[in-house]
C-alpha cells in the first residue's frame, strides 16, 4: 500500500542539505513534519489554510500541495529557520510584541508568508500585506495584529 | 427544580468584616474606600448567593459546613483589609514563640511549629491530631494543620519544654471558605498591563509542541467508518476482509466495546446534559455517524480497510426539520432504553423533545395590551463550525504503571478523564490526560469526542494509538453551533418602555443532545436580563434530528438568541419612531439593577441572584457611536446602485457559571524566587497561562515571568473545570488569588522571621520584601532559600480553590457601517466597531484580541458561513474551499475598544471577555442592511443572493 | 490521494516530456503547479510528469503582444511590470483574483487554462484578448486559438502527448479599455460569475467585443450574440443593455449551492454591463 520508498531527494533545508527516501507519492509537508520539522502544520490538506506554507526557491507555498520529489534540489525555509527563542527574526518578535499569536497553530505558515513578501518587498504597505497573507486562515486572532506587526517590521526598514 | 437553601450554618456569609472578634487583640485598618478607573465606589453587595443543590441524585447530599469556633476566625469575605490583620496576630506570636525558643546552636530541635499557612489541601487534612499547645511554644495557627504533628519523642524533647497543659483549639474547617470579592490595589504592578505572552515565542519559532506533534514508536493510525445514512439501523457488520487487509491490526464494531451510555459533554459532573451516546452503536442518526473503528499501522491502511467493511443498514425514514421533530409519527431518534437525562429535568426522547425550559414573570398578555405597538417575528440563525485550525486530535498509550495516558487537544482535560473512564468503565486513577498546546477550539473541544475511542484501542492492543479528524469529519462529525428557530414577541408605548418581552427557542440539537439543554436556556439567561421590562416569559425546546450535532461554540445560546432580540430592537424603536440607540440607552440594565431571570435560569439548574456591580456600557455605546459616526451617517444613504446603512447592538455575557464550576490552583516557590503555578485551567490559545500567572505575580509582588505555568495535566494540575463559559479568568483568576494570597503570606512570615520584625511591617515590592529598617530588605530568592535548606525548613506552596457566586456580565456595543449593491444584492461591511466592558482587563493586549477575533467570527457567520445539505441529511461543502471563512483581505475595517471598569467580585475587578464579542455582527449587520435597504433579514447568512430576493420580494409587496 | 502512482518523473525537454504523456504502457499525467494534482483522489494516474526543469517560465515582450510560458507561476503575471497595456492589465487583473498568494505561487498559467475549471480564471481573459496557443507534440509544434483549444477540450491534446508550451497574446493600443470582474463571497472563493470583457473602438464604434464568460457555465465561453449586440454600432446605452441581456441567453446556466440559476441569470447581465462600460470607458480615455 504504502509503496517501496524507491527515491532520493534531496534538498536543502534552512541552509542544511538533506536527502531522504521517499516514493512519489509522499507530500512535501509529510516528508518534512516526519522529519522533525513540526513547525508546518496540517490543517486542511487542500490548500485551503495556509498552516503548512514553506518557502521553497523564495516562493511561499502549500507544502500540502506540493510532492516531495518535485522539490528536488530545492532550497526550502520552514518556520524553525527563521529564528530561536534566544535569536528570534523580527517578525517573530513583531507577533510576539504586537499579540499577533493566539493558539499560534496558524504562526509558523503566516510568518513563512510575511517573510516571503518582505523579501521581495521590504516596504509594503497595508494594502500589499492583506494581500501577501491572504492564504493564511486563523480563527482566533482576527489578523489585525499581524498586519502591524508586518507593517512595524516593514516600516523598520531592516532586511527581512 | 426544588430549591433548596442551605441552612447558613455560619455567621460569617455576610460582606460584612467581622470586627468583633478580633477588636481587642488588632488593631483594625479602617476599611479604605478606593476609587478606581471607573471612577467611582464599587458597588460592593453582592447578595449572597442561594447555593443551588449541586447534586439531585442520592448519591450527594448537600455539604454542610461544619462551624469551628477559633480564637482566630479567618474570614474572607470582605474586602476590608482588616481581616488579614487577624493573622499576623498569630504569626507575630509565632515569631516571637519561635525566637523565643530558639535553640542553642548545638541542638536541632523539631519544633512543633509548622507552615503559618491555612490548609494544604493537597495534603489530607489532620484528623483530630491537634496536639496539646505548650504555653512556651510557638503557637500553633489556628488553621486546620495539614500533617500530624511529629509527636516529639521523650529523649528527643529538650529540657526547656515542659508538657503543655491541655488546651483545645478547634481548628477552622479545611473546606475554604467562600470569597465573594477581593481586595482591590491603589495601582496594578502587572495586571492591566499587556504583558508579553509567556508561550510567545515557543510559539512564533514553532517550537511548541502540540498533540500531532508527539512521535511515538509503535503507535496505531485510527479511522473512523462512518455512516452514508441519516437514520439506519446496522442490521449486519463484515468485517472479515477488513481485518485481513494489509497493516489492519483491529477492527471494532458496536459488539466489541462497552455499551455505556453517556454524554460528550464536557461539563461539571453530574452533566446536565443526556447520556444518549455509545462509543459505538446498532444505530447511526446523522450522516458522519461513527460505525465502526479501524486500527492499523498507518493512515492509508486504515482508510482502505474502511472501504472493505461490508454494512447492511436498514435505512428508517429521516427528520430533518425541527420544526416537525416532536410531530406525531415523526420518526423517534433515540429509542434505545439507556437514554437518560442525569439530573431530573424534563427529557422525553418518544418525542425527540431533548430538553425543556419555561420561565415567566409578569403577565405577559397584559403586557401586550399595554403595549401600543406589538411586535412578533422569527429568527433563524443558523448551522456554523468553528474552524479551529487545528482539528481534534488525540494521541493515547500506557504508560509504565499501565495507565491510559491521553494526551489530547481538549479544552475540559478533567471532565475527558472523568467521561473517558466512565465509557471504557475503568477508574479514574486509571487515567491520565494532558492537555498539550491546543490549535484553537472555540467549544468544539469542550467535548470528550476521540479519548473513548483512542483509550479503547490502546487498552485492547497496549500500543499507543492516535485519532486525527480530518478537515471533513472536524464538519461533520466533530460538533457545530445549534441552530435555532428564535421567536420574539414583545410590545412597547410610545414613550418607549418595553412593557414586555416573550422569547420562544426552539433549538436543533442534531443527532445527539450533547449541550442540548443548557445552550438553550443561555439563550434566555445571557440575553433577557439585558432589557428592563417588568414582563418577561421565556420558553425553550430542544430536539433530535438527524443532522450533525451541535455542542458548545463561543456564545454558546447568546448569539442565537442576541440575533432575535437585537433585531426586535431596532423594530420596535422603528415602530414608535425612536433612534434605535436612544432606545437601547433608554431601556438596558444598569449598575445596581438586577433581573429576575438571573435566579430563574442557570445552565440546567436554577440560576444565581445577581445586581450589576459593574457596567460600562453606556460608554461602550458612546466609543462606537462615535467612533462609527452614528450621527453624520443618519439616513445618508446614498443613490445609485449601491446604498449605505449602519446598524447597532449591545450586548451582555456572563463570567462563569456560578455556585457549580471549581477550579483550583497550586503554587510553589523555587529557590531563585521563582515559582511553579499548577492550574487545571486550560490556555487554549486564550493567554490564561500568562493572564493567570499576571494574577499571581500581582499578588505575590514579583513579575510574570517568575511564574512558570504549566497547565493542564490531571496527574499534576488540581482540578478545574476546563476552558469554558467564559470562567477562565474570572473563576480560575479567583483561585490564583487565593493560592497567591498564602504564598505572599508565607513569604513575609519566614522574612519577620529572617529580619526579626513584625509581619505586619513589612512589605513586598518587586520581589524584595522590606522591613521597616530600610537596611533590612530580602530577594525572594533569599527567603525561599532560607526556608528551603537553613532553618524551620518547609516548602513555600498553596493551593488555592475557588467557586464564584455571581456570573457579572461583561458588555459590549457593536456598530457596522454596510454597503448594500441593490443591482446584485451584494453586501460589503465597510467598518466594524466593537467596544467592550470586561470590567479590568488583565492583559488589555490579548483582551483586546479575543475581541477581534471574536468580532470577524461573528463577521463571517453573518455573511458567509453556512451548512449546505441535500436532501438525505449529507453536508455538501465540508472543506474550506466550499465553507467560508475571511481571510486577511475580506476584513474590514476593524476598531476595537476596551472601556475599563471594576467588577469587586472579580479578580482585580476582571470579568470575561472571550465570548462576547462573537455576538454582535449577527444583530448588527442584520440592523444596518435594514437601515441600507429597508428589508429586515432574518435567516442568515445574508447572502448576496438572499439580499437580492428580499429586495424583490419588498418591491413586490411580499413581507418575510 | 493517487494511490498507483508509483512513478515520478522530470524530463529535461519538451521531447521527453511529450514521449512520456504519450506512453501507452501507463497513464502517466502532467505536473505542473501540483496544486490539483496533488489533493485529487485518481487511482488511473500511474505516473507524474513535472514540467518545472523545462525553462517554461518566463513573460517575454514579442512584436504582437506577449509570450507567457506555460509554466509561469500565475503570482508572476500578476506582479509583472512587463505587462503595462489594456491586454497586461486583463492579464494582471485576472491573475491576482486566483486563489490567495500562497496558490498563486504554485499555480501555472497553463495549468489554469488547461484544468479548465469552471472557477479558473485565465480561460475567460485569453478568449477576451484572442489569445494563442503553442502547443507542442514533441518536436512539432502548432498554434492553435486558446478558443479551439478550450472548444477541443484540454485532455484531448495532452492524451495524446501534445502539451501547452506558451501562450502568446496580442496587445492593443489606443481605443481598446478592457474589464474583468471575479464575482465570490469572498476574496479566496471560488467564483459564481467571471466576466472578462475587451472593446477595441474605431472612432465611435466598436470595431471589436469580446465578452467571455465562466462560473456561469460549466465552460469557459464567449457569447458571439453579445458581442453582435455591439459590434460595429455606437455603444449606446441601450446597445449595452441588449448586449448584456444576450450574454445571458441561452446558456446553459449553472445551479449550485453557490448561487442558483436563477440568481445567476439575473445578475450576470448586471456585471456585462458593467464591465462593458468599464472598458468603453477606458476605451474612449
Given at each position: 500500500m504504502e509503496g517501496k520508498k524507491h527515491m532520493n531527494v534531496t534538498m536543502t533545508i534552512n541552509g542544511k542539505k538533506r536527502s531522504f527516501e521517499t516514493d512519489p507519492r509522499t507530500l512535501l509537508m509529510d516528508l518534512l513534519r516526519a522529519n522533525g520539522y513540526k513547525s508546518i502544520k496540517k490543517g486542511c490538506g487542500e490548500g485551503s489554510c495556509g498552516a503548512c506554507a514553506v518557502i521553497i526557491d523564495g516562493r511561499p507555498k502549500n507544502s500540502c500541495l506540493l510532492f516531495a520529489a518535485q522539490c528536488e534540489g530545492a532550497a526550502i525555509t520552514t518556520t524553525e529557520g527563521l529564528g530561536t527563542p534566544d535569536n528570534p527574526h523580527p517578525l517573530q518578535s513583531a507577533f510576539v510584541k504586537h499579540g499577533a499569536t493566539q493558539c499560534g497553530y496558524c504562526n509558523p505558515g503566516s510568518l513563512i508568508a510575511a517573510k516571503a513578501l518582505l523579501d521581495r518587498n521590504p516596504h509594503p504597505t497595508e494594502s500589499d500585506v492583506r494581500e501577501a497573507l491572504d492564504g493564511n486562515l486563523c480563527r482566533c486572532t482576527g489578523y489585525v495584529k499581524r498586519i502591524e506587526a508586518v507593517m512595524d517590521v516593514a516600516s523598520g526598514g531592516k532586511k527581512a | 427544580m426544588k430549591k433548596v437553601v442551605k441552612s447558613a450554618a455560619k455567621p460569617a456569609r455576610t460582606a460584612k468584616p467581622v470586627k468583633t472578634a478580633v477588636k481587642s487583640a488588632v488593631k483594625i485598618v479602617k476599611p479604605v474606600k478606593l476609587t478606581g478607573p471607573a471612577g467611582k465606589t464599587s458597588v460592593k453587595i453582592v447578595k449572597p448567593a442561594v447555593r443551588a443543590v449541586k447534586a439531585m441524585s442520592a448519591a450527594k447530599k448537600p455539604t454542610v459546613v461544619k462551624t469551628v469556633e477559633s480564637v482566630v476566625k479567618p474570614v474572607k469575605t470582605t474586602a476590608v483589609r482588616s481581616v488579614k490583620a487577624v493573622k499576623p496576630v498569630v504569626a507575630v506570636k509565632a515569631a516571637k514563640a519561635a525566637k523565643a525558643i530558639k535553640p542553642l546552636k548545638s541542638a536541632k530541635v523539631k519544633k512543633a511549629v509548622k507552615p503559618l499557612t491555612p490548609a494544604k489541601q493537597v495534603v489530607k487534612p489532620a484528623k483530630a491530631s491537634v496536639k496539646p499547645i505548650l504555653a512556651a511554644k510557638p503557637v500553633k495557627v489556628a488553621k486546620p494543620v495539614t500533617k500530624p504533628v511529629a509527636k516529639p519523642t521523650k529523649a528527643e524533647k529538650p529540657a526547656f519544654m515542659a508538657p503543655a497543659p491541655k488546651v483545645i483549639i478547634k481548628k477552622a474547617s479545611p473546606i475554604p471558605e467562600p470569597v465573594f470579592e477581593f481586595d482591590r490595589p491603589d495601582t496594578f504592578n502587572v495586571v492591566n498591563h499587556s504583558r508579553e505572552k509567556l508561550d510567545g515565542y515557543g510559539l512564533v519559532c514553532g517550537i511548541q509542541k502540540y498533540t500531532g506533534d508527539y512521535d511515538m514508536p509503535d503507535t496505531l493510525q485510527i479511522k473512523m467508518l462512518t455512516s452514508p445514512h441519516a437514520h439506519a439501523r446496522i442490521k449486519s457488520i463484515d468485517t472479515s476482509a477488513a481485518k485481513k487487509a494489509p497493516g489492519v491490526v483491529g477492527v471494532y464494531t458496536w459488539k466489541d466495546v462497552p455499551r455505556i451510555a453517556r454524554t460528550t459533554a464536557g461539563q461539571g459532573y453530574p452533566e446536565p446534559s443526556p447520556y444518549d451516546t455509545f462509543i459505538l452503536?446498532?444505530?447511526?442518526?446523522?450522516?458522519?455517524?461513527?460505525?465502526?473503528?479501524?486500527?492499523?499501522?498507518?493512515?492509508?491502511?486504515?482508510?482502505?480497510?474502511?472501504?472493505?467493511?461490508?454494512?447492511?443498514?436498514?435505512?428508517?425514514?429521516?427528520?430533518?426539520?425541527?420544526?416537525?421533530?416532536?410531530?406525531?409519527?415523526?420518526?423517534?431518534?433515540?429509542?434505545?432504553?439507556?437514554?437518560?437525562?442525569?439530573?431530573?429535568?424534563?427529557?422525553?426522547?418518544?418525542?425527540?423533545?431533548?430538553?425543556?425550559?419555561?420561565?415567566?414573570?409578569?403577565?405577559?398578555?397584559?403586557?401586550?395590551?399595554?403595549?401600543?405597538v406589538v411586535l412578533e417575528r422569527k429568527y433563524y440563525p443558523h448551522y456554523a463550525q468553528h474552524c479551529p485550525i487545528e482539528p481534534h486530535i488525540c494521541l493515547s498509550y500506557l504508560d509504565e504503571n499501565d495507565r491510559l495516558t491521553l494526551r489530547v487537544s481538549t479544552q475540559v482535560p478533567f471532565h475527558s478523564r472523568r467521561i473517558t473512564a466512565q465509557t471504557l468503565g475503568i477508574p479514574i486513577k486509571r487515567i491520565r490526560v494532558i492537555k498539550p498546546r491546543i490549535g484553537g477550539g472555540f467549544g468544539t473541544k469542550q467535548e470528550v469526542l476521540l479519548e473513548d475511542v483512542c483509550g479503547f484501542v490502546t487498552l485492547k492492543t497496549r500500543r499507543p494509538?492516535?485519532?486525527?479528524?480530518?478537515?471533513?469529519?472536524?464538519?461533520?462529525?466533530?460538533?457545530?453551533?445549534?441552530?435555532?428557530?428564535?421567536?420574539?414577541?414583545?410590545?412597547?408605548?410610545?414613550?418607549?418602555?418595553?412593557?414586555?418581552?416573550?422569547?420562544?427557542?426552539?433549538?436543533?440539537?442534531?443527532?445527539?443532545?450533547?449541550?442540548?439543554?443548557t445552550v438553550m436556556s443561555n439563550c434566555g439567561s445571557k440575553v433577557l436580563p439585558l432589557y428592563k421590562t417588568n414582563c418577561i416569559e421565556f420558553i425553550g425546546d430542544t430536539v433530535y434530528t438527524n443532522l450533525p450535532v451541535g455542542g458548545a461554540y463561543r456564545g454558546y445560546g447568546a448569539t442565537q438568541a442576541a440575533f432575535a432580540m437585537e433585531c426586535q430592537m431596532d423594530e420596535m424603536a422603528a415602530a414608535i419612531g425612536m433612534n434605535p440607540l436612544d432606545f437601547r440607552k433608554m431601556n438596558h440594565i444598569k449598575e445596581g439593577e438586577g433581573s429576575p431571570i438571573f435566579k430563574a435560569l442557570g445552565e440546567g439548574r436554577e440560576g444565581v441572584e445577581m445586581k450589576i456591580g459593574s457596567c460600562g456600557l453606556p460608554k461602550c455605546i458612546e466609543i462606537g457611536a462615535k467612533e462609527i459616526g452614528w450621527k453624520e451617517k443618519q439616513g445618508k444613504h446614498g443613490y445609485g446602485p449601491k446604498r449605505r446603512g449602519i446598524g447597532m447592538c449591545i450586548l451582555m455575557q456572563g463570567s462563569s457559571i456560578p455556585e457549580i464550576d471549581m477550579g483550583s490552583v497550586?503554587?510553589?516557590?523555587?529557590?531563585?524566587?521563582?515559582?511553579?503555578?499548577?492550574?487545571?485551567?486550560?490556555?487554549?490559545?486564550?493567554?490564561?497561562?500568562?493572564?493567570?500567572?499576571?494574577?499571581?505575580?500581582?499578588?505575590?509582588?514579583?513579575?510574570?515571568?517568575?511564574?512558570?505555568?504549566?497547565?493542564?495535566?490531571?496527574?499534576?494540575?488540581?482540578?478545574?473545570?476546563?476552558?469554558?463559559?467564559?470562567?477562565?479568568?474570572?473563576?480560575?483568576?479567583?483561585?490564583?488569588i487565593r493560592a497567591a494570597e498564602q504564598i505572599r503570606d508565607q513569604i513575609k512570615a519566614v522574612a519577620a522571621s529572617m529580619l526579626n520584625e513584625p509581619v505586619e511591617t513589612l512589605t513586598i515590592e518587586d520581589r524584595f520584601v522590606w522591613g521597616k529598617n530600610p537596611k533590612g530588605k530580602l530577594s525572594f530568592a533569599q527567603i525561599c532559600r532560607f526556608?528551603?535548606?537553613?532553618?524551620?525548613?518547609?516548602?513555600?506552596?498553596?493551593?488555592?480553590?475557588?467557586?464564584?457566586?455571581?456570573?457579572?456580565?461583561?458588555?459590549?456595543?457593536?456598530?457596522?457601517?454596510?454597503?448594500v449593491d441593490i443591482e446584485t444584492g451584494e453586501v460589503k461591511l465597510i467598518k466594524y466597531v466593537a467596544a467592550v466592558d470586561c470590567g479590568t482587563a488583565i492583559n488589555p493586549q490579548l483582551a483586546d484580541g479575543q475581541t477581534q477575533g471574536g468580532a470577524l467570527n461573528g463577521i463571517s457567520f453573518a455573511l458567509t458561513e453556512e451548512y449546505i445539505f441535500d436532501e438525505k441529511g449529507r453536508m455538501l461543502n465540508p472543506n474550506f474551499r466550499n465553507y467560508k471563512i475571511f481571510s486577511t483581505v475580506d476584513l474590514p475595517e476593524l476598531k476595537t475598544f476596551l472601556v475599563p471598569t471594576y467588577e469587586p467580585t472579580g479578580p482585580y475587578g476582571a470579568k470575561s471577555v472571550s465570548e462576547i464579542c462573537i455576538n454582535g455582527p449577527l444583530p448588527a449587520i442584520g440592523n444596518a442592511i435594514r437601515d441600507a435597504i429597508?428589508?429586515?433579514?432574518?435567516?442568515?447568512?445574508?447572502?448576496?443572493?438572499?439580499?437580492l430576493k428580499a429586495l424583490k420580494d419588498k418591491a413586490a409587496g411580499k413581507h418575510e | 490521494m493517487l494511490k498507483n502512482l508509483t512513478q515520478f518523473y522530470r524530463p529535461a525537454t519538451v521531447e521527453e516530456a511529450c514521449a512520456l504523456l504519450a506512453a501507452k504502457d501507463r497513464r502517466n499525467a502532467v505536473l505542473a503547479g501540483g496544486t490539483h494534482v496533488a489533493a485529487v483522489n485518481d487511482t488511473t494516474i500511474e505516473g507524474l510528469v513535472d514540467l518545472g526543469a523545462l525553462n517554461l517560465s518566463y513573460i517575454r515582450r514579442t512584436e504582437e503582444g506577449y509570450a507567457i510560458g506555460a509554466m509561469t507561476p500565475v503570482q508572476d503575471i500578476f506582479k509583472s511590470s512587463m505587462l503595462v497595456g489594456p491586454a497586461g492589465q486583463l492579464l494582471r487583473e485576472a491573475s491576482g483574483k486566483i486563489g490567495s498568494t500562497l496558490l498563486r505561487h504554485a499555480i501555472t498559467a497553463g495549468g489554469n487554462l488547461m484544468a479548465l475549471f469552471p472557477w479558473s480564471d485565465l480561460p475567460p481573459v485569453l478568449l477576451a484578448l484572442d489569445a494563442q496557443a503553442l502547443c507542442r507534440r514533441g518536436v512539432p509544434k502548432r498554434t492553435v486559438s486558446v478558443k479551439?483549444?478550450?472548444?477541443?477540450?484540454?485532455?484531448?491534446?495532452?492524451?495524446?502527448?501534445?502539451?501547452?508550451?506558451?501562450?502568446?497574446?496580442?496587445?492593443?493600443?489606443?481605443?481598446?479599455?478592457?474589464?474583468?470582474?471575479?464575482?465570490?463571497?469572498?476574496?479566496?472563493?471560488?467564483?459564481?460569475?467571471?466576466?472578462?470583457?475587451?472593446?477595441?473602438?474605431?472612432?465611435?464604434?466598436?470595431?471589436?467585443?469580446?465578452?467571455?464568460?465562466?462560473?456561469?457555465?460549466?465552460?469557459?465561453?464567449?457569447?458571439?450574440?453579445a458581442e453582435k449586440e455591439l459590434e460595429n454600432m455606437v455603444p449606446t446605452p441601450e446597445r449595452i443593455a441588449a448586449a448584456a441581456a444576450a450574454a445571458a441567453r441561452d446558456l446553459d446556466m449553472t445551479t449550485d449551492f453557490r448561487a442558483s440559476r436563477e440568481y445567476r441569470e439575473e445578475v450576470l447581465p448586471v456585471f456585462v454591463r458593467r464591465c462593458i462600460d468599464e472598458a468603453l470607458h477606458q476605451a474612449l480615455s
Open positions: - | 452503536d446498532n444505530k447511526v442518526r446523522f450522516v458522519g455517524d461513527r460505525v465502526a473503528i479501524v486500527a492499523a499501522e498507518t493512515i492509508e491502511a486504515a482508510a482502505e480497510a474502511c472501504k472493505l467493511i461490508k454494512v447492511e443498514y436498514e435505512v428508517l425514514p429521516a427528520i430533518f426539520d425541527p420544526e416537525k421533530a416532536m410531530d406525531k409519527g415523526a420518526p423517534v431518534i433515540h429509542d434505545e432504553p439507556e437514554a437518560r437525562m442525569p439530573i431530573p429535568t424534563f427529557f422525553d426522547a418518544k418525542h425527540n423533545h431533548c430538553a425543556h425550559v419555561d420561565t415567566k414573570f409578569g403577565d405577559i398578555k397584559k403586557a401586550y395590551k399595554d403595549a401600543d494509538a492516535r485519532w486525527e479528524l480530518t478537515r471533513e469529519e472536524e464538519f461533520v462529525s466533530s460538533r457545530t453551533r445549534h441552530p435555532m428557530v428564535v421567536t420574539i414577541k414583545s410590545g412597547v408605548k410610545k414613550n418607549g418602555t418595553i412593557t414586555g418581552i416573550s422569547m420562544k427557542i426552539l433549538s436543533n440539537t442534531g443527532a445527539y443532545g450533547s449541550h442540548a439543554l497550586f503554587i510553589k516557590m523555587n529557590d531563585d524566587g521563582s515559582f511553579n503555578m499548577m492550574l487545571g485551567a486550560t490556555d487554549l490559545g486564550t493567554g490564561s497561562d500568562t493572564i493567570l500567572a499576571q494574577i499571581a505575580a500581582e499578588t505575590i509582588g514579583c513579575d510574570h515571568s517568575d511564574i512558570v505555568v504549566y497547565s493542564s495535566d490531571t496527574d499534576f494540575t488540581p482540578f478545574d473545570t476546563g476552558a469554558y463559559a467564559s470562567s477562565t479568568t474570572y473563576l480560575s483568576g479567583g483561585a490564583v526556608a528551603m535548606y537553613e532553618y524551620n525548613q518547609f516548602q513555600i506552596a498553596a493551593i488555592g480553590s475557588h467557586v464564584t457566586h455571581a456570573s457579572p456580565p461583561p458588555f459590549s456595543a457593536h456598530f457596522a457601517e454596510v454597503e429597508g428589508v429586515r433579514l432574518t435567516r442568515p447568512p445574508f447572502t448576496a443572493e438572499k439580499v | 479551439n483549444l478550450i472548444e477541443t477540450g484540454p485532455r484531448h491534446y495532452m492524451d495524446q502527448g501534445e502539451i501547452l508550451v506558451e501562450l502568446q497574446v496580442p496587445e492593443f493600443g489606443l481605443g481598446t479599455g478592457v474589464a474583468f470582474h471575479k464575482f465570490s463571497k469572498t476574496s479566496n472563493d471560488f467564483a459564481m460569475i467571471t466576466v472578462a470583457v475587451r472593446i477595441t473602438m474605431q472612432g465611435e464604434t466598436v470595431k471589436e467585443a469580446r465578452i467571455a464568460l465562466n462560473a456561469v457555465c460549466k465552460k469557459a465561453q464567449r457569447r458571439p450574440e
